[in-house]
Each structure stands twice: as structure tokens, then as C-alpha cells.
């Protein structure tokens, strides 16, 4: 079992950054694969990134790539996520997720466990 709590958001002008943060429970964090996904008012929850348990493999949607590094501190049981060049369309609650094993996942099916997530909010 793991729980996952998320913190990091607020408000934020365009162009600005933030650091989201996701506390892992449990002793086996390293055995996890992670992501990242958003979901804004009205709309379908969406992929953002995703980590492989060692932090070798990542992987983007496209409308944030280059903008947005997902990392893990597996010493600290924590997923980071970097958010720069921030845009209003950017504006989402933002979730972690994980589930045990390996590679990296676009789909919402493969993670079993999902923080209560925390909302960022991007102003033009």
C-alpha cells in the first residue's frame, strides 16, 4: 500500500514556476513507477510525465515537454515536478500516481494508487 500526498501548487503569474512535490508512503517507493497527471476544470483528467523506478526513463506529453522535468529522490520517498514557462492552459489540479514495477506509463489504468492532488492556477 502507498499513499501519496502532493503539495507544491499555488498561483502564479505566466512564465512563472513552480516545484510540485509527491510524499510517498511505505519502504518500497524505489520499487514504483510514478507520474504525473492534470486535470482542469471541465475537462478529462490527462497525462503530464512519468518516471521509471530509478529515475533512467521519462517521458512527456507533448504540451509540456521542455517546459516541465519530472524527477524522483528515492533516498526521501519524493517525485518532483518542475514546472517552468508557466501558461494559463496550465491551469489544472495536478495528481501523482504510482504503481509497482518497472518502464514508464502515459495511462491512467496503469497506476493503482493517486494523491489527492494540488491545484495550480496560472493568471495571463
Known amino acids: 500500500q502507498v499513499q501519496l500526498v502532493e503539495s507544491g501548487g499555488g498561483l502564479v503569474q505566466a512564465g512563472g514556476s513552480l516545484r510540485l512535490s509527491c510524499a510517498a508512503s511505505?519502504?518500497?517507493?524505489?520499487?514504483?513507477?510514478m507520474a504525473w497527471f492534470r486535470q482542469a476544470p471541465g475537462k478529462e483528467r490527462e497525462f503530464v510525465a512519468s518516471i521509471s523506478w530509478n529515475g533512467d526513463y521519462t517521458v512527456y506529453a507533448d504540451s509540456v515537454k521542455d517546459r516541465f522535468t519530472i524527477s524522483r529522490d528515492n533516498a526521501k520517498n519524493t517525485v518532483h515536478l518542475q514546472v517552468n514557462s508557466l501558461k494559463p492552459e496550465d491551469t489544472a489540479d495536478y495528481y501523482c500516481?504510482?504503481?509497482?514495477?518497472?518502464?514508464?506509463?502515459?495511462?491512467?489504468?496503469?497506476?493503482?494508487?493517486w494523491g489527492q492532488g494540488t491545484q495550480v492556477t496560472v493568471s495571463s
Open positions: 511505505g519502504r518500497t517507493f524505489s520499487s514504483y513507477f
Open positions: 500516481a504510482a504503481n509497482y514495477g518497472s518502464g514508464v506509463s502515459r495511462r491512467m489504468y496503469d497506476y493503482r494508487y
